[in-house]
């Protein structure tokens, strides 16, 4: 089957759906399955990482990993990844 077939088979087996269930457009409008799916949220960003793997993006509250390497000496962009 074609893309154009099959799309037109779908549309037909909704419409004896909506037919035999006696479903409207404007029901379907209203119980929100016609909108688009909400688009994912982007993945953190990820600004500093260690060796080990452990990464922080650089908001909120500083990771107990980088606290004890800022303290030990080492300084913070140390660990900066890439440029930004």
């Known amino acids: 089957m074609t893309a154009k077939t099959e799309r037109t088979a779908a549309i037909r087996w909704i419409q004896e759906q909506m037919a035999d269930y006696g479903l409207m457009?404007?029901?379907l409008d209203a119980s929100g399955v016609?909108?688009?799916a909400a688009p994912p949220a982007p993945s953190p960003v990820v600004c500093?990482?260690?060796a080990a793997g452990q990464s922080w993006d650089g908001q909120g509250e500083m990771p107990d990993w980088l606290r004890r390497a800022v303290?030990?000496?080492?300084t913070v962009e140390f660990y900066r990844v890439g440029s930004l």
């Open 34 to 36: 016609l909108r688009a």
């Open 71 to 74: 303290n030990a000496g080492q």
């Open 48 to 50: 500093y990482r260690n």
């Open 25 to 27: 457009m404007g029901e």
